[in-house]
């Protein structure tokens, strides 16, 4: 079966650390990049991220950038977001899908479509 699997949700008390994977299964990550993004309740779907297909560009949503950073592990299909210093607005489920990455200098695009490869989600609770 052709898809992407996210793991590693969890509940987590502010200022705390997860991390997250998204797993390829029935196909390869290798040369594709991957956009994680979240959604909160009752909120627009959020790209909070994302790698190039060989991991050498990052990019990162204002909201996240210096708590979050996302790496590859190509060899195994699979790409992890971690996260550190985690607040409540973090609360969310966490989905990763492959799509488009690109960044230069200061800017920063990032996007999947809906017939890119997207993953269940995970979900994510930061509370006291």
């Known amino acids: 079966q052709v898809q992407l699997v996210e793991s590693g949700g969890d509940l987590v008390q502010p200022g705390g650390s997860l991390r997250l994977s998204c797993a390829a299964s029935?196909?390869?990550?290798?040369?594709?990049?991957v956009v994680w993004f979240r959604q909160a309740p009752g909120k627009e779907r959020e790209a909070v991220g994302c790698i190039s297909g060989r991991g050498s560009t990052t990019a990162y949503a204002d909201s996240v950038r210096g708590r979050f950073t996302i790496s590859r592990d190509n060899s195994r299909s699979t790409v992890y977001l971690q996260m550190d210093a985690l607040k409540p607005e973090d609360t969310a489920v966490y989905l990763c899908?492959?799509?488009?990455?690109?960044?230069?200098?200061?800017?920063?695009?990032?996007?999947?479509?809906?017939?890119?490869?997207w993953g269940q989600g995970t979900r994510v609770t930061v509370s006291s």
């Open positions: 029935g196909f390869s990550l290798d040369y594709k990049s």
């Open positions: 899908a492959t799509g488009f990455c690109m960044k230069s200098g200061n800017s920063h695009a990032m996007s999947a479509a809906p017939d890119d490869y």
